[in-house]
């Protein structure tokens, strides 16, 4: 089920805009819609204070490895809080 972004007839355009945008980035999370992401990097963090289990996505994503043996990095994980913390990467096998 999607939120409904239709007009609820608000006299004040600036509330109205604010809540189409937050439907809009809610149908897209429930999508599962990288845009919709506001942690999506295209490396691993290297500033911030991070919690251990925080989760960046991977905004770049490509094939990687040897032949056979080629995976994608989804993402990368906090396992260790700090700043940045200490991350290893979330990989996934392609079977390629």
């Given amino acids: ?29 429930s999508e599962g819609l990288l845009a919709a992401n506001y942690n999506a990097l295209p490396s691993i963090p290297t500033s911030g204070a991070h919690a251990r289990g925080d989760e960046v996505r991977n905004s770049e994503p490509s094939e990687l490895g040897l032949s056979g043996f080629k995976y994608v990095v989804r993402g990368w994980l906090c396992v260790a809080s700090g700043t940045p913390g200490t991350w290893v990467e979330q990989r996934f096998p392609t079977g390629n």
């Fill in 1 to 29: 089920m999607k939120l409904n972004r239709t007009s609820r007839g608000t006299k004040d355009p600036d509330t109205e805009k604010f809540y189409k945008e937050v439907a809009q980035q809610v149908n897209a999370l």
